[in-house]
T-cell receptor, first 110, second 114 residues
Framework: SQQGEEDPQALSIQEGENATMNCSYK?????LQWYRQNSGRGLVHLIL?????REKHSGRLRVTLDTSKKSSSLLITASRAADTASYFC??????????FGKGTTLSVSS | EAGVAQSPRYKIIEKRQSVAFWCNPI?????LYWYQQILGQGPKLLIQ????????DSQLPKDRFSAERLKGVDSTLKIQPAKLEDSAVYLC????????????FGEGSWLTVV
């Protein structure tokens, strides 16, 4: 079953622009995580935000969490061609493993 | 620190044949996962182990899929007999604790069933 759903499905931007991806989920969560997957590779963890947190930063990444709206957003500032990848949100509830969404495919052109 | 190792990376088999994938998690990680990722979709959990015990296998098609982690370290995932719809990437992952922490993925094993 799919818990999170990313929006948009695909995003194309120019280098230097900001990229924003959104994730909505259906039921209460303990944590929400964002992962990146380059073509043909495994997933790489980007950031974890707990249900009692509202915002976290890591380098050029900013993640927000709104538990009242059951949604999260991932902002990548000053995008680079190397940011081209698929981005997945994943949620966990008490006593469950991570459940992933379908992902947003980001294409950054130079 | 070595990452999650998986083999083989690529496998092409005919339908009704069998295939096995192997995974070696990060040293010290008690929790091991197998996810199935069909092209264009997010990973779907097949099975989760804590040491050598199964925590969750509710989405594992048990009539054809089996997985084991006998000594609480390496794991194998087997498909027998394979169907066309089993064509996917099989991702092994591990984590230090059972819930609420970062999961580390291997590069995946790509299966094509023809």
């Amino acid at each position: 079953s799919q818990q999170g759903e990313e929006d948009p499905q695909a995003l194309s931007i120019q280098e230097g622009e900001n990229a924003t991806m959104n994730c909505s989920y259906k039921t209460s969560i303990n944590n929400l995580q964002w992962y990146r997957q380059n073509s043909g590779r495994g997933l790489v963890h980007l950031i974890l935000i707990r249900s009692n947190e509202r915002e976290k930063h890591s380098g050029r990444l900013r993640v927000t969490l709104d538990t009242s709206k059951k949604s999260s957003s991932l902002l990548i500032t000053a995008s680079r061609a190397a940011d081209t990848a698929s981005y997945f949100c994943a949620t966990d509830q008490a006593g469950t493993a991570l459940i992933f969404g379908k992902g947003t495919t980001l294409s950054v052109s130079s | 620190e070595a990452g999650v190792a998986q083999s083989p990376r690529y496998k092409i088999i005919e339908k009704r044949q069998s295939v096995a994938f192997w995974c070696n998690p990060i040293s010290g990680h008690a929790t091991l996962y197998w996810y199935q990722q069909i092209l264009g979709q997010g990973p779907k959990l097949l099975i989760q182990f804590q040491n050598n015990g199964v925590v969750d296998d509710s989405q594992l098609p048990k009539d054809r899929f089996s997985a084991e982690r006998l000594k609480g370290v390496d794991s194998t995932l087997k498909i027998q007999p394979a169907k066309l719809e089993d064509s996917a990437v099989y991702l092994c992952a591990s984590s230090l604790e059972i819930y609420g922490n970062t999961i580390y993925f291997g590069e995946g094993s790509w299966l094509t069933v023809v």
